[in-house]
């Protein structure tokens, strides 16, 4: 079955760190972008990062670059962001997406079901 | 950094009724990279078009999508119980994916 599966999400206070990991299964990993994209709580859809396929090419939203890396393992199909000096805005539904091609942002034709982010003191 | 506009911002409609959504941009979506999802409360969003007008694998024809540069149109050519949701639509390919904030299609 072609499934991608976020793992990581929690409670972490304002400044602190967070790693969240995706784990895909069923399809070729390798020939994909993958995405977040990330929901605050009764909000709309906010496109947070994107890596090609091979790993080299690499986007962010402007609210976390900087503060947020996004990388792959192609050896174990698993997508990860790295999130540090969290805010309290970045409290959301993180999704992890298999893009439909392998190269510069396109569209997420796969999605995973989520992990919630929340950052409160 | 293009904004992407959608209007209206609450459809009311019945089953069996026609439903046509706008997603307007503040500057020109290159090759036409515009897509449209479906969110259903408590689901991850569904890939519906892309391309502006290529339905993705497993959606019905009655979803079609049109438009080019700055103006855009999802169409529900006729309205099932299954597709009252919340319908966003993205540009994408300029290194970001930026989303509207979307349409919700209730039932009236």
């Known amino acids: 079955e072609v499934q991608v599966l976020e793992s990581g999400g929690g409670l972490v206070q304002p400044g602190g760190s967070l790693r969240l990991s995706c784990a895909a299964s069923g399809f070729t990993f390798v020939n994909y972008a993958m995405t977040w994209v990330r929901q605050a709580p009764g909000k709309g859809l906010e496109w947070v990062s994107s890596?090609?396929?091979?790993?080299?090419?690499?986007f962010y939203a402007d609210s976390v670059k900087g503060r947020f890396t996004v990388s792959r393992d192609n050896s174990k199909s698993i997508l990860s962001l790295q999130m540090n000096s969290l805010r309290a805005e970045d409290t959301a539904i993180y999704y992890c997406a298999k893009d439909l091609s392998y190269g510069v942002v396109t569209p997420q034709e796969l999605w995973g079901q989520g992990t919630l982010v929340t950052v409160s003191s | 950094e293009i904004v992407l506009t959608q209007s209206p911002g609450t459809l009311s409609l019945s089953a069996g009724e026609r439903a046509t959504l706008s997603c307007r941009a503040s500057?020109?979506?290159?090759?036409?990279?515009l897509a449209w999802y479906q969110q259903k409360p408590g689901q991850a969003p569904r890939l519906l078009i892309y391309?502006?007008?290529s339905r993705a694998p497993g959606i019905p024809d009655r979803f079609s999508g049109s438009g080019s540069w700055t103006d855009f149109t999802l169409t529900i050519s006729r309205l099932e119980p299954e597709d009252f949701a919340v319908y966003y639509c993205q540009q994408y390919g300029s290194s970001s994916g930026t989303f509207g904030r979307g349409t919700r299609v209730e039932i009236k």
């Open positions: 500057q020109s979506v290159s090759n036409s990279h």
């Open positions: 890596v090609s396929g091979g790993g080299g090419s690499t």
């Open positions: 391309g502006a007008s």
